[in-house]
């Protein structure tokens, strides 16, 4: 084999043809590398779809570079010169090449982007610009800031993207932030578009029949495998959000309901984050369609609100602070996973619904999975890193940068509150009042301490009592505080006695 200038690795979430370290390549003298690997397909047991769309749509953009010209090497999962790694696979095809070169773009994983930089070949680093925001240049914003706030973060990003900006700078609307707009539970009667699918090409099926084989003992549903795997399609799944779902997506953004796994929710976080949509395409379409009529500012500034606040914030707070960041644990947790995290089998409907749905398509939306699983994971005291494996495992968008700034310091507040200033910790009446769920619960939302009580009334309090010495200092937490002071000594015990007894039924391998 004749030597080769540029070996440049492509990764399975790096599936963007503007990508920093595909530019500039050389049909002749240079070669695009993506390798399926077991390392990165099982340390921690992802849901059979999610390999399922990164193996069908790495395969598919292999094509489509070839089709432009490109030399690709593929390697395949069943490849049995395959080394199992992404660096064991680097050496391999840069010693075979003979490659003067080795180039890869940022990861967006600390562990494998660490074990690149370990593995002794000279790589060519490349920042990954599909992000707004650099790691760099999040560093800098947030030098010499003792607590970071999402909402100062999501005012610069609005002026460097000047997305809903009006001449003058200031934003369109008059505020930053429609939050307060975008609460309200779903009416009787409002039934939400079903998102577009997609049906399996031969492609996709063989890494179906691949997947089915080889990751048989992962959790989750793989024949209904409906998930966008190239560019034209997630264009498709995109094009259909704007026009049938925007709109509903300002009002119903945190609402939930039975049986409504999408709702107003554009789903598109997971082609997103491979690379087969373009953040800045995205926002733009959404400016548009608030400009020419046909989505309202909430809808339009709440969306874009996630994308350049949210997704670009947890991005920047995960490169500051990791690898330390993976441990934090404020309040001490250890409580092991419920086994019902795995199979839905709870008589809880709230969380039947959350997990059911997760198993079923690796999806679930922002609400479900802080205000109901990672609620009550939270309520529980269930160790960080356990939970944090469960959402990098269940859900088809999960990729460490996003996955454990959400998990670890949304929902579990673990890191002390350097990304959120308090935990987002409710009892049972934040989920009646944004769901559909309690009314067919076997448990009863309106009782705390009764045998039938809603175990989310009596943990939220339990949380409260147990947590105190950390959380009574924080402002945000006062009104909370005054009103379990308010209470009578013997309803506080109450509530104590049964959030102790669903604990211990839980640490007793018991459902609830
Ligand atoms: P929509 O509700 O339609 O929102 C639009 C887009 O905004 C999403 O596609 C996503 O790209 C972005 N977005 C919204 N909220 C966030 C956020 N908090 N962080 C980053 N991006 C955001 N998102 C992931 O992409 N991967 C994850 O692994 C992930 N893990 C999460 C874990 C927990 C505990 C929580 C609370 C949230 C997590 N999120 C994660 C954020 C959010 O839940 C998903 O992005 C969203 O549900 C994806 O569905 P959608 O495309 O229909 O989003
Ligand atoms: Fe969930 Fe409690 Fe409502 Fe049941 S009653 S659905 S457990 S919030």
Known sequence: MNAIRRLCLVLGDQLSFDLACLQGLDAERDRVLLVEVMEEASHVPHHPQKIVLIFSAMRHFAEELRQQGFQVQYVTLDDPQNTGSVPGELQRWQAQTRAEEVHVTECGDWRLEQSMKDCGL??????????????????????????????????????????????????????????????????????????????????????????????????????NFDYPVTHAEAQELWAYFLDYALAGFGDYQDAMASNEPFLFHARISAALNIGLLDLRQVCSDVESAYWSGSVPLNAAEGFIRQLIGWREYVRGVYWLKMPEYANGNVFGNSRALPEFYWTADTKMNCMRQAIGQSLEFAYAHHIQRLMVTGNFALLAGIAPSEICEWYLAIYMDAFDWVELPNTLGMVMHADGGYLGSKPYCASGQYIKRMSNYCGDCAYKV?????????????????????????????????MLYKNLDRMTEAKQQALWQRGQMLLAKLDAGEAL
Not at 447 to 467: G, I, K, Q, V
Request: glycine fraction near 6%.
């Open 122 to 223: 000279p790589i060519e680093w490349h920042a990954d610009s599909r992000f707004l925001c650099s790691r760099d240049e999040f560093a800098a914003w947030a030098k010499d800031k003792k607590q970071l706030r999402m909402e100062f973060f999501y005012r610069e990003m609005r002026r460097k993207s000047r997305l809903l900006l009006n001449d003058d700078g200031t934003p369109v609307g008059g505020a930053w932030n429609f939050d307060a707009d975008n609460r309200k539970a779903l009416p009787k009667g409002v039934k939400a578009p079903y998102p577009a699918r997609f049906s399996a090409d031969t492609i996709t099926r063989e890494v179906i029949a691949l997947v089915k084989e080889r990751f048989a003992s992962h959790y989750g549903a793989v024949d």
């Open 446 to 478: 309106t009782e705390s301490t009764a045998d039938n009580a809603c175990p989310f009334n009596s943990l939220y309090w339990h949380f409260l009592m147990r947590h105190g010495d950390v959380l009574r200092g924080n402002q945000r937490m006062g």
